[in-house]
């Protein structure tokens, strides 16, 4: 149902405004709104930290490895409202390793290269540093392509230039070559002319062996420090959880924060908007741990337009997400969830209609809420599933239908009492007419209830004659058709069939008379009443889209009987026995995938456009308290109302 909204001021000492929020947070007491020129705190401090947060949650889940599927977080009250300096400082040691780390990891690329670029030279023998201080020669180190390799050599014989050649690498062969300073210029260019690659060795004082064991030397040292921080990192992974809290506490103190109030010398204004139901629960939660408060509460004025607050039990609730996907009902009408949900429960359960799938649905879905726990929209998207998994067995019992294949629990049952007894009462594929009429009498029953909404809505909101001509009309007219057809074919009785027709002209009366009400002319009346009448065109139109619902039993019918059959060709030896199984399971798991989405994507479309559509108004938004962020924790197990920072 939806639970009236109250307008709340609430005025505290300004001293006491950040624990009141606190209050109201916790247990999600209050919708606060924004006001004009109203102040919000700075919360600067809270983004730098959360964006330090998150990098360091990534970088540590990173080194952690693969996330538990079912790896659940939960903490007590105190750890989420306490210890906000140890988990900053632990956050401070996370982002000091990661640099180091960091630091290291460069160290080590740099020497690698240096290692790469120097180990064709290990064989020089020369001192490194001398060869740039020679007082008659000067001489040119690089790299030769192999191709080139013959011509240079060839050059440098010819011209009496002494040169060493050394190891290959990706760059080539490398090479030094000693010229005098008056040759230099002329035989450089015909070097050059090969391709080369010049390389500058460095300018150390010692030989390219000593250097390039100085360098590993170098190298080992900073691998040993590499290794033991990334065992440091590795075991402050597995302490991620303080990281996950302290994003959470800033995301919490930040949506805090941003909460608009008004400020005098002394007191703060905070306004919103409170459920009724729970405004002496506020009442009582500030008395009990505030000096002095002052909550005024009224009705919101007839201009205002409060949010949409709803409670309902555990089933119906979880069947909020699917209205939510299409519109949130404003604070002025019913609210659809507690029909919509046993509409599109039962429809659900006859568009899938196998034992098989119903209890992989109650099964699998079952065991994801109990170890995964997940949250919000996507947890009652997911009860959905789990509950209509036992209209799909209950169903698939009334289809004799197990995986795609005939089973009469009834005949089983039966069988240990002597007894020829049967639970199949139709089977889709064998009787698809029988099928389309129970679908399209179900459409019929679904309309009409939508209906009766709208004469409901039509009588809360006091616009009555709205109610008669759209709601009350059409429900004597789809009655009276359906007593008329009844019983003047399958019941044969002339009198209650006359009451039948009567009842259609009675509502086709009404739509004449009362359509256009609104209208001033007498054309404008006349014309809306025959534009009221053309209307049946749209009713039948929505009730052949209950076929929809023969369709999809049909599809996952036919589906799982063809891979059934697909299957048993292949039985006869081991090896085919193997496939078969394979079929089977590859076959069913894509038709349970294929069949659940069908039926959630068309058994919403049936609540969106055929039920909704009679009565339902929508344009309302959703009543969403100030409350705790858990992006990353999943629970906090509360057990005081304020504490901590």
């Known amino acids: 149902m939806i639970v009236p909204i109250k307008k709340a001021k609430l005025f505290v000492f300004n001293e006491d405004k950040d624990k009141a929020l606190r209050i109201i947070q916790k247990k999600a007491l209050m919708m606060t709104t924004s006001l004009e020129n109203a102040k919000i705190e ?6 730098d930290v959360l964006v330090r947060t998150q990098k360091a949650i990534k970088y540590l889940e990173v080194v952690k490895g693969k996330k538990g599927f079912f790896e659940y977080h939960q903490i007590d009250e105190a750890s989420f409202e306490t210890n906000h300096e140890v988990y900053l400082d632990f956050l401070t040691k996370v982002e000091d390793k990661e640099v180091k780390l960091t630091k290291i990891n460069e160290d080590i690329e740099h020497l690698n290269e240096s290692i790469a670029d120097l180990t064709p030279f290990n064989n020089l023998s020369l001192n490194l540093e001398e060869i740039n201080k020679a007082n008659y020669v000067k001489f040119f180190s690089g790299f030769v392509h192999e191709k080139n390799l013959d011509g240079l050599i060839e050059l440098l014989t010819r011209n009496d230039i002494s040169y060493e050649l050394f190891d290959k690498d990706d760059r080539g062969y490398g090479f030094i070559v000693a010229l005098y300073f008056e040759d230099y210029e002329t035989y450089i260019n015909e070097i050059k002319r090969f391709d080369v690659v010049k390389f500058n060795l460095p300018i150390i004082s010692r030989t390219a062996t000593e250097y390039l064991i100085d360098l590993t ?40 924060k941003l909460v608009p109030y008004f400020e005098t010398e002394r007191t703060s204004m905070i306004t919103g908007w ?25 009705d919101p004025l007839e201009t205002e337009t409060p949010p949409t607050a709803l409670k309902n ?28 949900s046993i509409w599109y429960w039962l429809i659900f359960g006859i568009m899938m209609g196998d034992i098989g799938y119903g209890l992989m649905m109650v099964i699998g879905f079952g065991l994801f809420l ?16 789990y509950y209509s998994g036992y209209t799909s067995i ?30 199949v009462v139709l089977v889709p594929m064998a009787e698809p007419l029988k099928m389309l009429i129970i679908s399209l009498i179900i459409g019929v029953i679904h309309i009409l209830s939508g209906l009766v909404m709208k004469v409901i809505l039509s009588i809360k909101l006091k616009t009555t004659l709205d109610g008669l001509t759209s709601g009350l009309s059409w429900i004597l007219i ?168």
């Open 478 to 645: 789809l009655v009276g058709l359906g007593i008329y057809i009844v019983f003047s074919t399958l019941i044969t009785n002339q009198i209650i069939g006359y009451i039948g027709l009567g009842m259609i002209g009675l509502g086709a009366l009404i739509i004449l008379l009362f359509a256009g009400y609104q209208s001033k002319s007498v054309f404008g009346k006349i014309g809306s009443g025959l534009g009221g009448l053309y209307g049946a065109t749209s009713y039948l139109s929505d009730i052949l889209s209950y076929s929809r619902i023969l369709a999809l039993s049909l599809s996952t019918a036919v589906i799982a009987f063809t891979f059934n059959l697909l299957a048993s060709m292949f039985l006869g030896n081991v090896f085919g026995f193997i496939i078969a199984i394979l079929i089977y399971i590859i076959g069913h798991i894509f038709n349970f995938a294929m069949g659940l989405l069908s039926a959630y994507i068309h058994d919403s479309r049936l609540q969106y456009i055929e039920f909704f559509s009679k009565f339902f108004i929508g344009e309302g938004y959703k009543y969403e308290p100030l409350s705790v962020e858990l992006n990353y924790i999943d629970e906090i197990k509360q057990t005081t109302l304020v504490g901590g920072n």
């Open 274 to 298: 409170v459920r009724s139901d729970q405004a002496q629960i506020l009442e009582e939660a500030l008395k009990a741990n505030l000096e002095f408060h002052e909550l005024e509460l009224t």
């Open 394 to 423: 209950l169903v698939g019992i009334l289809f004799g239908s197990l995986f795609g294949t005939s089973f009469d629990l009834g005949n089983i049952v039966g069988s240990w009492f002597g007894q020829n007894w049967t639970s």
């Open 217 to 256: 030397n170098q190298k080992s040292v900073l691998e040993e420090q590499q290794k033991d921080l990334q065992n440091e990192i590795f075991a402050l992974s597995q302490q991620i959880e303080e990281l996950y809290i302290l994003a959470d506490q800033m995301s919490t103190t930040k949506k805090r």
């Open 313 to 340: 039990n555990k089933f119906v609730s979880s069947f909020e997400t699917i209205t939510e996907s299409y519109n949130v009902p404003n604070h002025k009408e019913i609210d659809p969830n507690p029909l919509m």
């Open 42 to 47: 700075d919360v600067s401090f809270e983004d």
């Open 370 to 385: 109990k170890y995964k726990r997940p949250k919000g929209t996507f947890k009652q998207l997911v009860t959905v599933f």
